[in-house]
T-cell receptor, first 121, second 114 residues
Framework: GAVVSQHPSRVICKSGTSVKIECRSL??????MFWYRQFPKQSLMLMAT?????????EQGVEKDKFLINHASLTLSTLTVTSAHPEDSSFYIC?????????????????FGPGTRLTVT | AQKITQTQPGMFVQEKEAVTLDCTYD???????LFWYKQPSSGEMIFLIY??????QNATEGRYSLNFQKARKSANLVISASQLGDSAMYFC???????????FGTGTKLQVIP
């Protein structure tokens, strides 16, 4: 199967500190990785799209300097929330597209990680 | 811009019965894709089914089928023979913008009653 992991699953940090969240595709190479945030009982909002070796494309309204995305390899992307504030508390979910599916009818499927719950106190 | 509308915030269905979850969409892209995902209380997003805008036949994946009506811009999910484990949030999503951007609807909470 196609498994995506996220670490940590839960993190509590103090206001003003930075937090790094990792997203890994465990058994496949990811052409593209996506980062979403989800507020309680709400839908997923796309934050940014990243391709390995290139800069992330951020959605309108998402601060690039606050949410740093690094896509270091075909299996790892990181999201760093810099100078976190209580309003950044949310559920952050990453997803990835499997490079092996290119050219098939499944090429647009995204495999989601289990999510990271961030609480900023 | 693209938009997904799920008008049913919550639905109940009897175990073993079929249920339809509504989804309408709006996009100016000529090519797009439609997804349905399931999100249990644990939080992970589980892929259920995908329909391409040019697919001639409605997509089916086991007990899930997508009733795609392109002219009406609707992509309803039909779950047959509901099971207790189907209780979850269900999100409809559209893939557009050159197949790069996914926009999610607000979700429908499905509860299966024994």
């Amino acid at each position: 199967g196609a498994v995506v992991s996220q670490h940590p699953s839960r993190v509590i940090c103090k206001s003003g500190t930075s937090v790094k969240i990792e997203c890994r595709s465990l058994d496949f190479q990811a052409t593209t990785m996506f980062w979403y945030r989800q507020f309680p009982k709400q839908s997923l909002m796309l934050m940014a799209t990243s391709n390995e070796g290139s800069k992330a494309t951020y959605e309108q309204g998402v601060e690039k300097d606050k949410f740093l995305i690094n896509h270091a390899s075909l299996t790892l992307s990181t999201l760093t929330v810099t100078s976190a504030h209580p309003e950044d508390s949310s559920f952050y979910i990453c997803s990835a597209r499997d490079k092996r599916l290119a050219g098939t009818r499944h090429l647009y499927e995204q495999y989601f990680g289990p999510g990271t719950r961030l609480t900023v106190t | 811009a693209q938009k997904i509308t799920q008008t049913q915030p919550g639905m109940f269905v009897q175990e073993k019965e079929a249920v339809t979850l509504d989804c309408t969409y709006d996009t100016s892209d000529p090519s797009y894709g439609l997804f349905w995902y399931k999100q249990p209380s644990s939080g992970e997003m589980i892929f259920l089914i995908y329909q391409g805008s040019y697919d001639q036949q409605n997509a089916t994946e086991g007990r899930y089928s997508l009733n795609f009506q392109k002219a009406r811009k609707s992509a309803n999910l039909v779950i047959s023979a509901s099971q207790l484990g189907d209780s979850a949030m269900y999100f409809c999503a559209i893939l557009s913008g050159g197949y790069q951007k996914v926009t999610f609807g607000t979700g429908t909470k499905l509860q299966v009653i024994p």
